[in-house]
């Protein structure tokens, strides 16, 4: 054990921890030259053409030092927010953490969180400033930062370029020495934690795990203390780029179990491990069931896919636990499901992924949070839908969820940053100065308005200087209402949203003026109606599709013109009809743009 | 069987609506006529030894530069390619440019037909979308034209902001009157990048309501149909057996070679395309390079290319076609589409042909875009 070292790569998003990555394996030639790639360990498609780690990996290299070998398991960690409750667990992985600052953007909210995380579980942190090769870098001033957060030393801080290999040697050299080795006892009982699973079409289920204490055998018979569920091992092994299966693994170490788990959802990331016969009396503290906090339908574009979606959805809940779904119908839709997902960006990327792995084309409906809605009769149901809405004599009160958010921006966008969280229905709960130049803003805001299109507006009123963080706190009490679409007459259950009671009106006359937009001419007008209960609140009309021909279409025009055509049509392959109205998905995520 | 286009890229004017690749400066005309020529011959074998059927100078405006250059230019292809006897050669001409030794000189260097500029008989309008000529230039030119050529076309743009109805009327009563055997009627488009577009967009100018549109595409129809024009392409009208050869080539996909900047070619797989840019085609030219841009065709694109030209002809989709080459069937692959077109009262089918009918006449891209594989 004294020759292991359990570090993470943490940092914002974009900050370079996967390129380091990279830099590490090559330093160590756990890959070969010819093998490398960028952002290897981004191995799924999606993560290569985004450039963003959506899953946290975890190899180990070996690596000698003084003329004594060791063993490196690195973890490296996705940097956006919908992901934390994943990072969290990595970090309770490990004794060291790697927290990578870009040297040219600065502290940003995930460097903050993210180091609480770490810190909580403490761990050992190696600041390593990034990028030092841009021209815009900015290597004092974010030192300054650093230095100010961490409260460390300036020599501390390791100047590196992940991507022209600069300062590796110091990182490898820091890890050795200042990461402490794990503690922990081989003989005691068996005291592991689930930090990541990986499915595999062949293997089933490989199950990541951390040894805290005990030994590991191919063949115990192992328990997962929060699912209670009990397995054998068929396999066990270490993380080479390659799974190199073992005989045993013992504290301190990480590695891979297969057990002929089939489906993800079997796994929760943060259980404990531990032998069936000869249980430890000591979880791993800390285990959480990961909460959804964005919820949408998802329907096929034709009817008859449905059963096809739902074998697509079960296919990837197999890889993706964090997907929760259960079956809806919509009066306009029909049948589909409603998921659950981490946020935005996961129900983006699970989408894509329906699309791309599965040739499946969906339309998604308006995203919402979960609403406790507190009925007359004394009970309180749960709300994940607008559909869901009770009637509202049926309603005493309903409560929203909050969540705690922080910005950190220039000091010049402070204004238009409090102003946008204000329109946001938002509190502001502190203001502090990281720097002359440089704050934090702490807001308590409802989650649902941030669902709604908070993050482009951020970037927009800030130019892009701000980060954003947040996690969720709590329910309170709030004004309500469902506010209805109709199309020529006919209410589109899947176009309704909850929306706050003072805005209702306004939401109802943009999306009105959004929809006008969005839906195409077709060979009759449509009315766009908004309402509230029975009350009509506004109202649109796309009038009826009468000419439309090109006047010409000679040798120099073919080609443009095919392209123009090919392109709309491909705009409208997503397309939904509803009585006799063709509605785009753009239409269904209206609500999220209203104010572009 | 295949045609040749060359693009003449200078003008006086550039008028308000007008995107085509154009210059008003005059310096380099000779320079480009060479570039041409070097063009021509390197590109000789670019439609693989078949004869010219067709030649058509097009702009810009072709016959503001001196007929000697079109005559070297036509001299240039007859030693280069292998050229039919009974070859149709256009040139585009604007009514100011129409004078007596013009005409003569491009009959005696082969030019057999005449594509003349008019759109429009109004002054005030032709003064606003900042035409060259007036009214009388215009009759002037038409009469000219009748007494020297057989084979000429007045181009028309209808829907103008400020026409109306009665007196597009007026303008195609008075032009018919020269008894013009081709006639190509557009609907005024505002392309990006006009004067048109910047000014719609800074609401200086309306978009023509839609239903008048209508009515004066409606108008010139009915009126040309009772002179016996029939109308071949949704734009084009013309006497019997007076199509322009070269314009239909395009629309029944055969090969042709584009020649001058910003010219597109065609030779069956490949779609390519010459720089937009007089200096840099002449400088590459000098060099001998073709400064050029090619797409391959993908099976997909060729359908595509087929639904869409096809529905806008009075040929329509051929079904025959599509299978014989490209192996697809449309009326089984896209059955319930085609059937709802029908149901709609958009498209007919007659034998193997997919057609517009007088309701989808005016929903072309429309029907093309449901049609589209
Ligand atoms: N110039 C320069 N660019 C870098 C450096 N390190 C990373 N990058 C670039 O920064 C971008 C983001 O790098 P990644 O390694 O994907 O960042 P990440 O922190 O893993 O991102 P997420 O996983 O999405 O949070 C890529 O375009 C990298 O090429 C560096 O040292 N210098
Ligand atoms: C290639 S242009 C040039 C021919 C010649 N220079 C002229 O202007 O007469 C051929 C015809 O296209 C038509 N045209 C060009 N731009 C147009 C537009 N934006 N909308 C409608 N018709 C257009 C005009 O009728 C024009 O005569
Ligand atoms: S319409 Fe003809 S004359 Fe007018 S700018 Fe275009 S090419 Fe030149
Ligand atoms: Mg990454």
């Known amino acids: 054990m004294k020759n292991i070292r359990n570090f993470c790569i943490i940092a914002h998003i974009d900050h370079g921890k996967s390129t380091l990555a990279d830099r590490l394996l090559e330093y160590t030639n756990t890959v070969d030259k010819r093998d490398m790639k960028d952002q290897l360990l981004d191995d799924m498609d999606l993560e290569k053409e985004r450039g963003i780690t959506i899953k946290s990996h975890a190899v180990q290299l070996n690596y000698k030092f003084n003329n004594e070998e060791y063993i490196l398991n690195l973890i490296d960690t996705p940097g956006h927010v919908d992901f934390s409750y994943e990072v969290s667990r990595s970090i309770a992985s490990c004794e060291g953490a790697l927290l990578v600052i870009d040297a040219s953007q600065g502290i940003q909210a995930q460097t903050i969180s993210n180091l609480y995380l770490a810190l909580e579980q403490g761990l050992e942190i190696i600041p390593v400033l990034n990028k030092i090769d841009l021209p815009g870098s900015m290597i004092e001033e974010v030192s300054d930062q650093i230095i100010d957060l961490l409260d460390c030393d300036p020599s501390e801080i390791l100047h590196v370029s992940a991507k022209d290999g600069i300062g590796i040697d110091k990182i490898m050299d820091r890890i050795i020495k200042k990461i402490p080795e794990p503690k922990g006892d081989a003989k005691d009982n068996l005291q592991a934690m689930v930090f990541d699973s990986v499915f595999n079409s062949f293997r089933g289920v490989e199950v990541i795990f951390r040894i805290f204490n005990g030994t590991i055998k191919k063949g115990d018979t192992v328990k997962f203390v929060n699912t209670k ?134 339309i998604t409906t308006v995203p919402s949070v979960e609403f406790k809605c507190f009925l007359t009769d004394g009970t309180t149901i749960e709300i994940f839908a607008p559909s869901d809405m009770p009637p509202v004599t049926n309603i005493s009160y309903i409560e929203e969820p909050i969540i705690k958010a922080q ?114 001419r077709q060979m009759f007008e449509i009315a766009i109606q908004a309402s509230i209960g029975n009350k009509i609140i506004a109202r649109e009309t796309v009038r009826a599709l009468r000419k439309n021909v090109t006047a010409k279409c000679y040798g120099g ?15 409208k392959k997503r397309m939904r009809q509803v009585g006799n109205v063709e509605i785009p998905q753009e239409a269904f995520l209206a609500v999220l743009k209203i104010e572009e | ?70 005559g070297n230019i036509i001299k240039e ?80 743009i209808y829907g103008i902001p ?52 209508i009515k004066q595409f409606n108008l010139l129809k009915n009126i040309l149909e009772k002179e016996e024009y029939i109308q071949y392409e949704t734009s084009s009208f013309c006497k019997k057996g007076y199509e322009s050869k070269h314009n239909s080539g395009y629309w029944k996909r055969k090969k042709y070679l584009g020649i001058g900047p910003s010219a597109h ?9 010459n720089i937009s840019d007089n200096n840099r085609y002449i400088s590459a030219l000098n060099k001998r390079i073709i400064p050029n841009t090619e797409e391959k065709l993908s099976k997909k694109m060729k359908i595509n290319e087929i639904i869409m030209i096809g529905i806008r002809t009075k040929w329509g989709i051929d079904n025959k076609q599509l299978i014989t080459q490209l192996k697809y069937d449309i009326l089984k692959n896209q059955k319930n589409t085609i059937d709802k077109l029908i149901n709609d009262k958009l498209i007919y089918i007659n034998r193997t042909k997919i057609k517009a009918t007088k309701k989808g006449s005016i929903l072309l891209d429309y029907i093309a875009e449901k049609l589209l594989v």
């Open chain 1, 229 to 362: 569920k009990i397995y054998n091992v068929d396999e066990i092994g270490i993380l080479k780029i390659k799974k190199e299966p073992k005989d045993f693994l013992e504290a301190g170490n990480v590695g891979y179990l297969i057990s002929g788990i089939k489906e993800a959802k079997e796994i929760k990331v943060g259980d404990t491990i531990t032998h069936k016969d000869s249980p430890t009396q000591n979880e791993v503290k800390g285990f959480e069931d990961v909460k959804p906090m964005v919820f949408a339908g998802i329907y096929p574009v034709e009817n008859s896919d449905y059963e096809d979606l739902r074998a697509s959805l079960e296919k990837l809940q197999l890889n993706d636990a964090s997907l929760v779904w259960q079956p809806e119908t919509s009066v306009a839709l029909g049948f589909g499901f409603r998921c659950g997902f981490l946020g935005m960006l996961h129900m983006e990327i699970i989408q894509e992924r329906l699309e791309r792995e599965f040739d499946m084309t969906v």
């Open chain 1, 407 to 520: 910005i950190i921006t220039k000091s010049e966008y402070i204004g238009n940053i409090i102003k946008l969280c204000l329109d946001k229905r938002g509190k502001i709960k502190n203001q502090v100065y990281l720097s002359k130049s440089r704050v934090e803003l702490l807001f308590d805001l409802p989650l649902s308005e941030i669902v709604f299109d908070f993050y482009d507006k951020l970037k927009s009123t800030s130019r892009g200087y701000a980060s954003f963080d947040y996690e969720l706190s709590g329910y309170v009490k709030s004004k309500l209402v469902k506010l209805d679409i109709l199309l020529n007459g006919e209410k589109v259950d899947a176009l309704s949203a909850i929306v706050h009671k003072e805005k209702a009106f306004e939401w109802g006359k943009k999306l009105c003026q959004k929809l006008k937009e969005l839906l195409p």
């Open chain 1, 557 to 571: 025009d073919i080609t443009r013109k095919r392209k123009l055509l090919e392109k709309q049509k491909k705009g």
């Open chain 2, 1 to 70: 069987m295949s045609g040749i286009y060359i693009h003449i890229p200078f003008c006086k004017k550039k008028c308000h609506y007008c995107d085509f690749y154009i210059t008003l400066n005059k310096n380099n005309v000779g320079k480009l006529i060479e570039a041409i020529k070097f063009e021509l011959i390197l590109r000789k074998n670019f439609l693989n030894k078949n004869s010219i059927e067709t030649i058509y100078f097009g702009g810009g405006t072709p016959s503001m530069i001196s007929p000697n250059y079109i």
């Open chain 2, 77 to 156: 292809i007859k030693n280069n390619f292998s050229v039919n006897s009974n070859i149709e050669i256009t040139i585009e001409a604007n009514p100011d440019d129409i004078s007596l030794d013009n005409l003569l000189k491009w009959k005696k260097y082969g030019i057999n037909r005449i594509s003349l500029g008019v759109q429009t008989l109004n002054d005030n309008l032709l003064n606003f979308i900042n035409r060259s000529h007036d009214k009388k230039t215009a009759i002037a030119s038409i009469k000219k034209i009748s007494e020297h050529y057989d084979n000429f076309s007045i181009d028309l």
């Open chain 2, 162 to 213: 400020g026409n109306r109805y009665d007196k597009l009327k007026n303008d195609i009563k008075e032009i018919i009157k020269f008894n013009p055997p081709h006639i190509s009627a557009y609907n005024l488009t505002i392309e990006k990048k006009t004067v048109f577009y910047n000014w719609l967009k800074n609401n200086i100018i309306k978009k023509e309501n839609e239903r008048e549109i």
């Open chain 2, 265 to 273: 070619s065609f030779d069956g797989k490949y779609r390519s395309w």
